[in-house]
Each structure stands twice: as C-alpha cells, then as structure tokens.
Nanobody
C-alpha cells in the first residue's frame, strides 16, 4: 500500500521556523520526485517546492524561495521541507506528493499524503 505521511506542522510565530517531514512507503522511492504543496482556506492548492528523483534538482515557488529548503534522504525514504522566516501568509495545510516528474503544478501527481497544518501567527 502506498503511503505518504507528513509530520512537523504546528503553530509558530512570524519569523520562526518549522521542519516538515514526509515519509514514503509502498513504492520505489528512488524513482519518484517529491513535491510539497499547500492549501490555505478559500484558496487553491499551490506548489511550494519539488525535488527530483535522480539528481536532487530543486524548484521553488517564488513566494518561498530563499526561505524554504527541500531535501531528501533516499535511504530513509524521507523528504524534508525546512521553512524559515515564516510569515502569516504561509499558513496552510501542507501536503507532500510523489510522481516521476518534478514540478509545481498539482494536477498530475500520482500519490498524495493527508497533510499537516502549519499556522503562523503575527
């Protein structure tokens, strides 16, 4: 059974940091790119960051570039999203997803996690 399980969300003050974790099981992790997406209440889901399967290339949304860092540990089948200098507008449910292709559009991803809530207070 394919599973993506996120953790690490929570409540943090503006300017603070959180590290999200996505643990994958049930598929060949090394063959898949992993992406992080977020959805705030009343807004469409948006791509935040993505890391490729082969050479660890990364892509970031303009709104998080320079503040968020995505990384992966293939031995642990885990992807991290380090989030620094958090802003209230980063508040959302963050989900990870897996697909052979890496990108920030959400329509084609094969597998999805349930998400973890991140709330940034001002």
């Amino acid at each position: 059974e394919v599973q993506l399980v996120e953790s690490g969300g929570g409540l943090v003050q503006a300017g603070g940091s959180l590290r999200l974790t996505c643990v994958a099981t049930g598929f060949t992790f090394d063959d898949y790119a992993i992406g992080w997406f977020r959805q705030a209440p009343g807004k469409e889901r948006e791509g935040v960051a993505c890391i490729s399967s082969t050479d660890d290339r990364t892509w970031y949304a303009r709104s998080v570039k320079g503040r968020f860092t995505i990384s992966r540990d293939n031995a642990e089948k885990t992807v991290y999203l380090q989030m620094n200098s958090l802003k209230p507008e980063d508040t959302a449910v963050y989900s990870c997803a897996a697909d052979p292709l890496c990108g920030l559009e959400d329509y084609y991803w094969d597998y999805w996690g349930q998400g973890t809530q991140v709330t940034v207070s001002s």
